[in-house]
């Protein structure tokens, strides 16, 4: 069973870094594609980034030189390195494992920037 338990929302003042964690079990990490998305209230869920199994990396131009994704095979998670935060990036975030488990969601985890 394939499961996905995202953490490390919270609340953040602009211009602050937060980083989010996903955990995922049930299938082969190492080989797949995961990936991060937001979903803001009354909008529709949109990709922020994607990493391959070998690193490989690919972002929203919205969050290009403020997010990172990373990844630790051993640990089976996938990590999002948020810097700068705009009030635009409050959201409930989301991993996803690309392409192979594309119905699968965690729970999300409530990121919110505000002074």
């Known amino acids: 069973q394939v499961q996905l338990v995202e953490s490390g929302g919270g609340l953040v003042q602009p211009g602050g870094s937060l980083r989010l964690s996903c955990a995922a079990s049930?299938?082969?990490?190492?080989?797949?594609?995961m990936g991060w998305y937001r979903q803001a209230s009354g909008k529709e869920r949109e990709l922020v980034a994607r990493?391959?199994?070998?690193?490989?990396?690919t972002y929203a131009d919205s969050v290009k030189g403020r997010f990172t994704i990373s990844r630790d095979n051993t640990k089976n998670t996938v990590y999002l390195q948020m810097n700068s935060l705009k009030p635009e990036d409050a959201a409930v975030y989301y991993c996803?494992?690309?392409?192979?488990?594309?119905?699968?969601w965690g729970q999300g985890t409530l990121v919110t920037v505000s002074s």
């Open positions: 996803s494992v690309e392409y192979t488990y594309p119905e699968v």
């Open positions: 990493i391959t199994g070998r690193g490989v990396t």
């Open positions: 049930g299938f082969i990490f190492s080989i797949n594609t």
